[in-house]
């Protein structure tokens, strides 16, 4: 039996935007799918998967916001604390046998995940660095701003929430994890942008660090500068 037009006109959209975009819309369910593409869809005031389709062919900015809508997460610090549980042992080796860890956190959500993944590597002792990284911006600005309300904390063991977060914030060493990663590409930006021969001067108060470091040579070390070799 041959599909309804709608059901065809919903699988071309949902290809247009897999192959477009990247997304894989075969990993949510229909009716999932459809009830976000149609709140879309009443934002812009159509109503045929075809007249949607037009819309993300000629505006950019529909696509993002599209995307905001199938992305919606709703995620907890040790959500299924079973799986972290399990996890544990695996980085608690790696971190004495290693002497620094690099962890992609990818589909970051709101940082609910590559935090509790912080969390473990401190009570480790573990060096590292997190990148957490997610299709939508609205996720990777939540995370950015790492404030978190009391509900995304109920799965997480109460000692651990005293001893890294303040007032829904984490608490160094959790937050280092990032910054540093941070810190490290820009410092790699300034590398990048000196000539041969230029000189950084970073001050008494800032420490280079990463392999940045390997590309320049401290010819002041009270004051920080450093000179790019010609």
């Known amino acids: 039996m041959s599909k309804a037009p709608q059901e065809r006109a919903f699988e071309s959209l949902t290809d247009k935007i897999s192959r477009e975009r990247g997304v894989s819309c075969g990993s949510y369910k229909d009716k999932c799918l459809k009830r976000r593409i149609a709140v879309r869809m009443r934002a812009r005031g159509v109503h045929t998967y075809e007249d949607y389709a037009a819309i993300l062919d000629r505006d950019a900015h529909e696509y993002q916001e599209l995307l905001d809508a199938l992305t919606i997460n709703v995620t907890k610090f040790f959500r299924n ?4 549980n399990a996890l544990r042992p695996y980085l608690d080796a790696l971190a004495r046998s290693r002497p620094s860890l690099r962890v992609w956190s990818a589909g970051c959500a709101s940082g609910e995940e590559p935090y509790t993944i ?3 590597l401190a009570e480790a002792g573990a060096q590292g660095l997190i ?7 609205l996720s990777l600005e939540r995370t950015r701003q790492a404030k978190y309300p009391d509900a995304a904390f109920t799965e ?9 977060f303040r007032d829904g914030q984490p608490v ?3 937050r280092e994890l990032f910054e540093r990663q941070a810190q490290e590409r820009l410092f790699q930006v300034f590398v990048d942008a000196l000539a041969p021969g230029g000189v950084l001067l970073l001050g008494k108060v800032e420490t280079l660090f990463g392999p940045a470091r390997e590309r320049l040579t401290l010819v002041d070390p009270r004051e920080r500068i450093y000179t790019k070799p010609a």
């Open 118 to 120: 912080a969390v473990l």
């Open 156 to 164: 997480m063991p109460a000692n651990l929430r005293h001893r890294y």
């Open 131 to 137: 990148d957490a990284t997610d299709v939508d911006r």
């Open 81 to 84: 604390v079973e799986t972290w």
């Open 172 to 174: 160094e060493p959790v």
